[in-house]
C-alpha cells in the first residue's frame, strides 16, 4: 500500500475543517463533516490521540486557535512559529499512535468484504492515512485581529508587516513548510516503529513463536536501507534461556543486534521476550492467562528501537539483546527446588517457575556486558505483577543504580507522557533473596513482600559495578 506521508500546506482550501480552541472543558463538536475540538489540554500529542477517535482518514484542514498557536512570551515571529511546528508534530504523532488498530485475524465474507478488505489492509500497515493542512495564515489573520495576548504588539506589528509584503510572507511561508515537513517525516519513522511493537505485542502467541519473532528480526535487517544493522540468532543456548525453554516444543532464541552509527559509547539494550508465559509448573491461573502472550513486550520495544536507529540512520551505537523462549509445562520442564547456572557461572535455586523472566535476563544481561562490551545498559521486561499492584497502568516502574540516567530516562517519559517513577534498591532488599544452597534464590524467601524490588535486586546481582544499568519494569503499561 502507498502510505501518504504527512502533508503540511497553508494554502489547501478543504471542506473539512478541524478547529482546535482552549477550553475550561474538554468536548467534540461535528457539523455537517467539520470538527470543533474543545479542550483545555497543553499537551498536543494527547490532543492528538484525542481526535484520532473522530476523524478517521478523511482530509481537513486544521486551524488552531490563536492562544494556542502564539501563546508563547516571546514577540519573536520565528520563535513563535517553532512552537507552532512543535504543536504540529505532537499532533500529527498523536493522530498516528491514537489512530493505529491491530489487524486482526477475521476472514472476510460479508456483502461489505471489499470495503472491508481495504480497511484491512490499512490497518496491516499499523498506520492510518492522514493528509492534514494547517491554514497558518488563516491563523496569522485571526490572531492579528483578536483582542487576545494584547500585550504581544510587537509580534502583531512583525505580522502586518509580512502581509504587507508579499514576497516576504512567501519565503517565510515555504520555510515553515520545509521545515515541519522534514520534521513530521522524522515523527512518521518513530510511529512507525512504536506501532510495529505494538503489532507484535498484540499478536497470538501460535503467530509469534521465538522462531516467528528471530525471522521477524531477520527481515528489519534485510530490509535495512543503510546496511549498519546486523542481527545474529544464536540458537545453541544455555544457562537460564536454556533451562526455562525446556518445557516446550519451541526452541529458544537469543536475538543479538549490533548498530553502530558513528564514534562514542555503545548503549546497551535488553528485551525480555516470552512469548507465552504458562508460568511452567507453577502454573498460573486460568483467568487471564490467553494475555500471557503479552510477555515478549520487552523485546518488542527493543527489537522497535533497533528498527528505528536503522531507518533513522541515527549516529549512535546501541547493541542489543534479546532472550526469546516460551515457558510451558511438560515432563521435561524446570521444576520448582532445581539448582541452575546461569551463563556467568551463577547458581540460581528456583522456587518459582513462574519467575522466568529474570532466569532469562540475567543471561542476557551478562553477554551484553561480556560479548558486546556495553557499559550502560537499560533493560525492559514484564516482569512482576507487583509493580502493578503499586504503580497500576499508568507509571512503569523505575530501578536503577546511577541518578543521570534515572533523571534521563523519567525526562524522556514525561515528554511523551510515558511515566517512570523510580522504586529503591537497597542491600536489606538484596538479602531477601539469599540461598541456603545456591548463590541466590529466583523469588524473595515467603512473606516478605517487595517482589518488584526484589527481581530488579535479583538482576542487579548480574551488573557489573562500573556498569551504568537501568531497569524498566512494564508489566503495568505495555498491553
Known amino acids: 500500500m502507498n502510505k501518504k506521508i504527512f502533508k503540511v500546506c497553508f494554502d489547501m482550501k478543504l471542506d473539512k475543517t478541524i478547529s482546535i480552541k482552549k477550553s475550561k472543558k474538554n468536548k467534540c463538536e461535528m457539523l455537517d463533516g467539520n470538527i470543533t475540538f474543545f479542550s483545555n489540554e497543553e499537551d498536543f500529542l494527547l490532543i492528538g490521540i484525542e481526535l484520532s477517535k473522530h476523524i478517521g482518514i478523511d482530509n481537513y484542514n486544521v486551524n488552531l486557535d490563536s492562544n494556542y498557536l502564539f501563546e508563547t512570551e516571546t514577540n519573536d515571529l520565528n520563535s513563535n512559529f517553532l512552537s507552532f511546528g512543535d504543536k504540529v508534530k505532537k499532533l500529527y504523532e498523536g493522530l498516528m499512535l491514537g489512530s493505529w488498530k491491530y489487524s486482526g485475524h477475521k476472514t472476510m465474507n460479508n456483502e461489505d468484504s471489499e470495503a472491508s478488505l481495504d480497511k484491512s489492509n490499512l490497518a496491516k500497515s499499523g498506520l492510518m492515512e492522514i493528509n492534514l493542512s494547517f491554514d497558518l495564515e488563516k491563523s496569522l489573520l485571526e490572531f492579528n485581529n483578536s483582542n487576545t495576548n494584547e500585550f504581544n504588539q510587537t509580534l502583531r506589528d512583525a505580522i502586518y508587516e509580512m ?3 508579499p514576497e516576504l510572507k512567501k519565503n517565510y511561508l515555504k520555510e515553515c513548510l520545509e521545515k515541519i515537513t522534514y520534521e513530521i517525516d522524522e515523527v512518521r519513522k518513530i510511529c512507525e516503529c512504536t506501532n510495529f511493537a505494538r503489532e507484535l505485542v498484540e499478536m497470538p502467541s501460535n503467530f509469534l513463536t521465538p522462531s516467528i519473532f528471530a525471522e521477524k528480526a531477520k527481515k528489519i535487517e534485510k530490509e535495512s536501507e543503510n546496511k549498519k544493522l546486523k542481527i545474529t540468532i544464536i540458537e545453541e543456548v544455555s ?5 526455562v525453554s525446556k518445557g516446550s516444543l519451541e526452541k529458544p532464541k537469543l536475538i543479538v543486534c549490533e548498530y553502530y552509527g558513528g564514534e562514542g559509547e555503545i548503549l546497551g539494550l535488553v528485551g525480555k521476550g516470552v512469548t507465552f508465559d504458562s508460568g511452567g509448573l507453577s502454573l498460573k491461573p486460568a483467568k487471564s492467562m490467553e494475555d500471557m502472550k503479552t510477555d515478549m513486550a520487552g523485546a518488542a520495544n527493543v527489537l522497535s528501537i533497533m528498527k528505528l536507529l536503522s531507518d533513522t540512520n541515527s549516529k549512535k551505537n546501541v547493541v542489543a539483546v534479546m532472550p526469546c523462549v516460551e515457558n510451558m509445562p511438560s515432563g521435561s520442564a524446570l521444576k520448582p527446588g532445581d539448582v541452575i547456572s546461569a551463563m556467568s557461572g551463577q547458581t540460581i535455586e528456583v522456587l518459582n517457575t513462574d519467575a522466568e523472566g529474570r532466569l532469562i535476563l540475567c543471561d542476557a544481561l551478562w553477554y551484553i556486558q561480556e560479548k558486546l562490551n556495553a557499559k550502560t545498559v537499560i533493560d525492559f521486561a514484564t516482569l512482576t505483577g507487583s509493580v502493578v499492584v503499586g504503580l497500576g497502568e499508568l507509571f512503569a516502574g523505575l530501578f536503577s543504580n546511577d ?7 523519567i525526562k524522556s517519559g514525561k515528554r511523551k507522557s510515558e511515566f517512570l517513577c523510580r522504586l529503591p534498591l537497597h542491600k536489606n532488599y538484596d538479602k531477601l533473596i539469599d540461598s541456603d ?3 541466590m534464590c529466583n523469588i524473595q524467601k515467603p512473606g516478605s513482600g517487595a517482589g ?10 548480574f551488573v557489573k559495578k562500573d556498569t551504568k544499568w537501568a531497569h524498566i519494569d512494564i508489566a503495568g503499561t505495555a498491553y
Do not use: C, H, V
Open 437 to 439: 544452597i545456591a548463590d
Open 163 to 165: 502581509n504587507l509584503n
Open 403 to 409: 541518578d543521570f540516567l534515572s533523571e534521563s530516562l
Open 239 to 243: 544457562g537460564g534461556i536454556l533451562e
Open 452 to 461: 518488584s524490588i526484589t527481581a530488579a535486586q535479583f538482576l542487579q546481582r
